[in-house]
């Protein structure tokens, strides 16, 4: 017997980002951003970037960077090649390791009726924000998010520039700058 457990359509396109927070020993938190601004070109060689952060509230001595993949089998492709990478092993990440104490990712998918923007302007402050939601995704819940994420899409509150459901982590995220 089978069973389908989704409450709406399946992922209509393949292409997800990956949400990755990395916890920086606080003594190496400037050195880690400097070598990070120094060799981030070794892993951008690889796939695309979406942006990339240091947290100023919240969990502190935190980078947080969202990666672009077509499909699962690209981010395996991916990997696969940055573990065959010299200089991305001997230039970066043998030096970027001892640096970190911890890792996380998550896997995310724009919901249906986000669309992502490039921010405004480099730099600037950004505010990343989740929301428990009920199970079952945007079939159950996605007017209601919309309708609560775009309220804000204003001067004063910022601009949205992707909402997001997991497959993988901390549910329900949106992204927007702050003004």
Known sequence: ??????????????????????????????????????????????????????????????????????????RAAVRAALAQDPSWISEYISKALPMLTSQHNEVNYLVPWSRLKSPPQQGGVYELASFQMRPGGPAVWGSAFQASMLSHDFPGYGKLLGAFHSEFGLLNRGMRTKE
Not at 45 to 50: A, D, N, P, Q, T
């Open 1 to 74: 017997p089978r069973a389908c457990l989704s409450t709406g359509p399946q992922q209509e396109h393949r292409t997800f980002y990956e949400f990755r927070t990395y916890s920086v020993r606080p003594d190496q938190n400037a050195a880690f951003l400097k070598l990070t601004n120094e060799k981030i070109l070794l892993r951008t060689k690889h796939s695309e970037l979406i942006g990339y952060w240091s947290v100023e509230y919240g969990g502190l001595n935190q980078v947080f960077h969202v990666w672009k993949y077509d499909s699962y089998s690209q």
